[in-house]
């Protein structure tokens, strides 16, 4: 297993969910963390709550949709935080469940900005150090709505589907350097993503996990570091998981 002591790593959406989670198990083995996320607030709980200091993390408020700021962001890092080991493109999100002929043009345009083009500058910017110093891990978080689309997830299953050619093509695209790209693709997880799709209506999310065990954000995070942490030979190209109660993207077994 390879150690990830005092190794920087960049986690972009860390305010909550998977991004927090990953924090944590970085955290716990002496890694060193950048923090990306729109909410600096809850970075800064984040940070005290795993007793983080200035020398072990570094907060960020970011919007990775403003390609101006993510580029001022990784060009303006002091030379203790430049060195970027690994890059997790974790910010994303889901907005709706509408017909594509009823669409919100807002909603696809939140979930296209943070999904696709976000994950892009953030690779754009960070990547280049790494083939500089041929060293680097782009873990980008995916969906099995990359690889199966549902009713009413047209945009956002198109936004994913984006993730797996684009994690696809950087792999092809640094053929020949020691730099490691992987996708995680999760089903189910139980985070604000459904609160988020839902634009704050928890009554309706919370039916999205009725009468189904699903996945955790500590799931997701485990899962991220067995792929950071193998032998520097090893690529783990994709990982999709899903809850023993989910078969698909639409086939699901609740037990209620």
């Not at 976000?118 to 500089?132: A, C, D, H, K, W």
């Not at 485990?222 to 899903?242: G, K, Q, S, W, Y």
């Amino acid at each position: 297993m390879v150690s990830l002591q005092n190794k920087i790593i960049l986690i972009t959406g860390a305010s909550s969910g998977i991004g927090a989670a990953c924090a944590k198990v970085f955290a716990d083995v002496g890694a060193r963390l950048i923090l990306v996320a729109r909410r600096y607030e809850k970075l800064e709980q984040l940070a005290t709550t795993l007793q983080l200091t200035s020398q072990t993390a570094y907060l960020v408020q970011l919007d990775v949709r403003d390609r101006i700021a993510v580029e001022s962001t990784i060009s303006n890092l002091s030379p203790e935080w430049s060195n970027i080991d690994i890059l997790i493109n974790n910010a994303g999100l889901s907005r709706g469940l509408d017909k594509l002929h009823e669409g919100n043009f807002l909603d696809w345009e939140e979930m296209i900005d943070t999904n696709i083009k976000g994950l892009l500058y953030l690779t754009r910017y960070v990547v280049p150090g790494m083939v500089e110093r041929k060293n680097g891990h782009i873990i980008n978080i995916g969906s099995i709505a990359g690889h199966q689309t549902y009713p009413g997830g047209n945009v956002y299953c198109g936004t994913k589907a984006a993730v797996k050619a684009i994690s696809e093509g950087l792999k092809q695209d640094l053929l020949g350097t020691p730099i490691r790209v992987t996708s995680v693709d999760p089903g189910m997880v139980e985070t604000e993503f459904s609160q988020v799709r839902f634009h704050g209506d928890n009554q309706r999310a919370e039916k999205v996990y009725q009468g189904v065990t699903p996945l955790t954000a500590d799931d997701i995070a485990d899962t991220i570091f067995f792929c950071a942490t193998r032998p520097a030979h090893v690529n783990i190209n994709e990982v999709i998981l899903m809850p023993v109660d989910q078969a698909s993207a639409t086939l699901v077994n609740r037990k209620l």
